[in-house]
T-cell receptor, first 113, second 117 residues
Framework: GENVEQHPSTLSVQEGDSAVIKCTYSDSASNYFPWYKQELGKRPQLIIDIRSNVGEKKDQRIAVTLNKTAKHFSLHITETQPEDSAVYFCAARMIQGAQKLVFGQGTRLTINP | DADVTQTPRNRITKTGKRIMLECSQTKGHDRMYWYRQDPGLGLQLIYYSFDVKDINKGEISDGYSVSRQAQAKFSLSLESAIPNQTALYFC????????????????FGDGTRLSIL
């Protein structure tokens, strides 16, 4: 079955610096890769997603890149701010079968002022 | 605003008790999901339903059951709760999309924190 590995599990960066979180997936048939942000005590919220026919997508300070050959995708946050502190989850969906989302283990990002 | 609502938000109960967690949505989505979140393990899929007559097991369905009472309601039951089912439980929904293979984002409820003593 599908497996998604996410690294690092914790990440601490200075305010204004960039943060990068990486995920690898096992099933080459996966075609959809969303990223969720979960603030403390709150629900996961979709922040950006990318489909397998696109290599990169940007939305203001966040971007996601996808390398289908290597089966990995990354979240990039530039000019980090204190409100970016949260747990971030990547996920991957298979194109066949049940089309379930499989989530990574999460990255706790802390922005230091 | 259309939303996904989970009840209760918190529940403490004893080993062996039957528990039901409820989820209702006003988004008009056909697809509903139940996830379990444990520290360091991300979100694990328990059950999912693509429409009222469709129920499917996820990665960790043992010890759980579900009921899709209507398009807008999807409940999760623990028939005989055990301490290792202590976790944060999330319900999520997504639209079907233009085709069975189209990708639509999932929208989560606020979660139910369940503690089993």
């Amino acid at each position: 079955g599908e497996n998604v590995e996410q690294h690092p599990s914790t990440l601490s960066v200075q305010e204004g610096d960039s943060a990068v979180i990486k995920c690898t997936y096992s099933d080459s048939a996966s075609n959809y890769f969303p990223w969720y942000k979960q603030e403390l005590g709150k629900r996961p919220q979709l922040i950006i997603d990318i489909r397998s026919n696109v290599g990169e997508k940007k939305d203001q300070r966040i971007a996601v890149t996808l390398n289908k050959t290597a089966k990995h995708f990354s979240l990039h946050i530039t000019e980090t701010q204190p409100e970016d502190s949260a747990v971030y989850f990547c996920a991957a969906r298979m194109i066949q079968g049940a089309q379930k989302l499989v989530f990574g283990q999460g990255t706790r990002l802390t922005i230091n002022p | 605003d259309a939303d996904v609502t989970q009840t209760p938000r918190n529940r403490i109960t004893k080993t062996g008790k039957r528990i039901m967690l409820e989820c209702s949505q006003t988004k008009g989505h056909d697809r509903m999901y139940w996830y379990r979140q444990d520290p360091g393990l991300g979100l694990q899929l328990i059950y999912y339903s693509f429409d009222v007559k469709d129920i499917n097991k996820g990665e960790i369905s043992d010890g759980y059951s579900v009921s899709r009472q209507a398009q807008a309601k999807f409940s999760l039951s623990l028939e005989s709760a055990i301490p290792n089912q202590t976790a944060l439980y999330f319900c999520a929904t997504s639209p079907t999309g233009a085709s069975p293979y189209s990708n639509q984002p999932q929208h989560f409820g606020d979660g139910t924190r369940l503690s089993i003593l």
